[in-house]
């Protein structure tokens, strides 16, 4: 069982930058894709960003070319840079590990990081 633990969420002004990590209990050279995700009061949970164990990234059209996501596998962690906030980027960000393992995918999740972007 991988366990997530992210960090680095916070209040920030608009055009602002911020980096949020996600800490592995676990390796996560076998968990076949990371992400990011983000969930907005009265909002369903969205993707934000997602990274594969090869390195190819995909992103959400709301924040393309302004986030950037990236996963250092020698300490188990995925990061999150967020450049140029805006204030709907508001919103509790998760992150999350999708594995298959065992003839069966897994799904893993963090208990989420408040980021706040006042205008």
């Known amino acids: 069982q991988v366990q997530l633990v992210e960090s680095g969420g916070g209040l920030v002004q608009a055009g602002g930058s911020l980096r949020l990590s996600c800490a592995a209990s676990?390796?996560?050279?076998?968990?076949?894709?990371m992400g990011w995700y983000r969930q907005a009061p009265g909002k369903q949970r969205e993707l934000v960003a997602t990274i594969i164990s090869g390195g190819s990234t995909n992103y959400a059209d709301s924040v393309k070319g302004r986030f950037t996501i990236s996963r250092d596998n020698a300490k188990n962690t995925v990061y999150l840079q967020m450049n140029s906030l805006k204030p709907e980027d508001t919103a509790v960000y998760y992150c999350n590990g999708h594995q298959f393992k065992n003839l069966r995918w897994y799904d893993y999740w963090g208990q989420g990081t408040q980021v706040t972007v006042s205008s």
């Open positions: 676990g390796s996560i050279f076998s968990i076949n894709l």
